[in-house]
């Protein structure tokens, strides 16, 4: 299993940079793609950036790109979020989710974890 914790979420001045952090427990992390997903009130979740297992691809929403990076540092078990170029139309709860299977005796075992979300608002 799979434990999820955001951090680095808070109020932000319009053009103003964050980095979001979620620290993995568990011993899937290593295996698992990551992504960032957001809501803001009153929308649906939407997928804001994700990265393999190993880091190498990377895929961000059109509204995000060129503005937002994400990447891991496996030894640490963490995934990030640098939010650069902050609007208003950024500001929601920022959730990390983690994406894998495991294979226990020979059958595989699809997850899906979420964290419980961290609340970035871009104000002046």
């Known amino acids: 299993q799979v434990q999820l914790v955001e951090s680095g979420g808070g109020l932000v001045q319009p053009g103003g940079s964050l980095r979001l952090s979620c620290a993995a427990s568990?011993?899937?992390?290593?295996?698992?793609?990551m992504s960032w997903y957001r809501q803001a009130p009153g929308k649906e979740r939407e997928l804001v950036a994700s990265?393999?297992?190993?880091?190498?691809?990377?895929n961000y929403a059109d509204s995000v790109k060129g503005r937002f990076t994400i990447s891991r540092d496996n030894a640490k078990n963490t995934v990030y979020l640098q939010m650069s170029s902050l609007k208003p139309e950024d500001t929601a709860v920022y959730y990390c989710n983690a994406k894998g299977s495991t294979v226990v005796v020979g059958i595989r075992y699809p997850y899906d974890y979420w964290g419980q979300g961290t609340q970035v608002t871009v104000s002046s």
């Open positions: 990265i393999t297992s190993a880091g190498s691809i990377t």
């Open positions: 568990g011993s899937t992390f290593r295996g698992s793609a």
